[in-house]
């Protein structure tokens, strides 16, 4: 059974209001907190899983350092990540610099983890849509609202 006030998080998550509005304040606040708590804390993970991502990017080489939901799987020590960018047009960013550089840094729950990250396509790409569907059903909104096909990426440890 889902915690208390999650079908109404999903709801409102579901709005394109939440999707004008949540990409200015949820990755900021969760990166203000993450560094006071020195990796302790990320709020956005009191609602779903999350990660800080640290990856390269794709045209400056600098690292960047991305809040972001995940879909654990734990039987495989792995992770996955939902390109939805909140149902907004166009790739978020850090999709781009998983592609340019594989190779990235994840911090799960105060650990910082060396990982690979692997795009997801054709036939495992829909089983593990299938999932992220079941895991948080507001991923198939997002993906009515835009033409792009969600990007999904496979962490695994280094």
């Known amino acids: 059974m889902p915690p208390p006030g999650t079908r109404l998080l999903q709801k409102v ?6 999707a004008r509005v949540a990409p200015h304040f949820i990755p900021a606040m969760d990166r203000t907190v993450h560094r006071l708590t020195r990796g302790k804390v990320l ?11 640290t990856v390269r990017g ?15 799987e734990e039987e495989a020590d792995t992770w996955l990540l939902i390109g939805s960018n909140f ?19 994840i ?16 036939g495992e790409r829909e089983e593990a849509w ?4 079941t895991f948080w059903p507001p991923y198939a909104k997002y993906q009515a ?6 990007r999904l990426f496979r962490l695994a440890r280094r």
């Open 58 to 72: 794709a045209k400056s080489g600098l690292p960047r350092r991305t809040p972001l939901a995940c879909m654990p």
């Open 43 to 53: 709020l956005s993970a009191q609602m779903l899983p999350g990660v800080i991502l």
């Open 130 to 133: 299938a999932a992220a569907l």
């Open 145 to 150: 609202r835009v033409e792009r096909e969600i």
């Open 87 to 105: 149902g907004r047009p166009g790739h978020p960013a850090w999709t781009a610099n998983l592609l340019a550089h594989p190779d990235a840094d």
């Open 13 to 18: 998550s579901s709005t394109r209001a939440f």
């Open 107 to 122: 911090n799960w729950k105060g650990e910082d983890i060396p990982v690979t990250a692997r795009l997801l396509d054709s």
